[in-house]
């Protein structure tokens, strides 16, 4: 299929951006990297009156310090995430992201501003934001707000950003804990049935300030508070394995799609958790 017409504009400041948000409203479109707007336009399944490249922007794009941790602009390409020094300091579980998702092309070409923003309940780096507790950056003709990740994602493709908003970035805190990204996929580069963001600091057989946050397993990111309570005051992490993964099933959201009942999600959800709390013992080995 072709796109519908749309009228296409070029923006070469952030100003020209907003202004052009301000005026169109819901009837626009932004196209950073593009990897998921061209599928939607060539299936008709977004039919914008017009859309507005950013990609000429100066700004947006790079990893930069802030006073709690690092900023990264909307941008930023996903290959430019797994490489920066900074996320590797200060927020590794983007970097660990990275190789799951989709291809070589995409991740080439695909931009976090882009990820975070569009509300995919299966993609990786929302989680990622919700796990870490990050602070996404918005921008309109009317000022800049910050929300926080775990309140940005309401329904699966729906956010609390506003048709006149701009993701411009996002901030996440400096965080020196561990962190292990796991998923089931049909094969290499598919997207996931069910995913995994865990986020835990070990210590001898412990796991202390654990974070568990799901994805592709519902609608919306989704935290397992209640299981990662259980690994977090175990004194042997793995012997409660079995009490923490009951525990995530119950409280993590399934849901049926033509890839997968809800009941084979609820089963991952459980068989996940082996798999992530054997990854952060692993790198926290010497």
């Not at 525990?247 to 399934?254: F, G, I, L, W």
């Amino acid at each position: 299929m072709k796109p519908a017409p749309f009228e296409y504009r070029r923006a070469d400041t952030r100003e020209e951006a907003l202004s052009l948000l301000a005026e169109h409203g819901e009837d626009a479109e932004i196209l950073a990297g593009g990897q998921s707007l061209m599928p939607l336009l060539a299936m008709r399944l977004a039919r914008p009156a017009m859309v507005i490249d950013i990609n000429r922007i100066g700004g947006l794009a790079g990893v930069t310090e802030i006073e709690d941790g690092i900023s990264v602009g909307a941008l930023t390409r996903h290959r430019e995430v797994a490489r920066d020094a900074l996320v590797a300091r200060d927020a590794p579980v983007l970097a660990k992201a990275v190789p799951h998702i989709a291809h070589h092309g995409i991740r080439n070409r695909g931009t976090i501003g882009g990820a975070l923003s569009l509300g995919d309940p299966a993609a990786e780096f929302p989680a990622c934001a919700v796990a870490a507790g990050a602070r996404l950056v918005l921008a309109s003709a009317a000022g800049t707000r910050r929300i926080a990740a775990a309140d940005y994602y309401l329904a699966p493709f729906e956010t609390a950003r506003g048709p006149e908003d701009l993701l411009v970035a996002a901030e996440f805190p400096a965080d020196g804990r561990g962190a292990a990204v796991v998923e089931a996929a049909p094969r290499a580069g598919d997207y996931a049935i069910v995913g995994l963001v865990a986020l835990a600091r070990p210590s001898g057989a412990r796991l202390r300030d654990v974070e568990l946050v799901y994805f592709a397993a519902g609608e919306r990111p989704n935290p397992a508070p209640a299981a990662a309570a259980i690994l977090a005051a175990a004194d042997d992490a793995r012997a409660a394995l079995a009490e923490a993964a009951e525990a995530a099933r119950r409280e993590v959201e399934t849901i049926a799609t033509p890839s997968a009942s809800a009941a084979v999600r609820r089963h991952l959800v459980g068989a996940l958790l082996g798999r992530a709390v054997a990854a952060l013992f692993e790198g926290a080995r010497p």
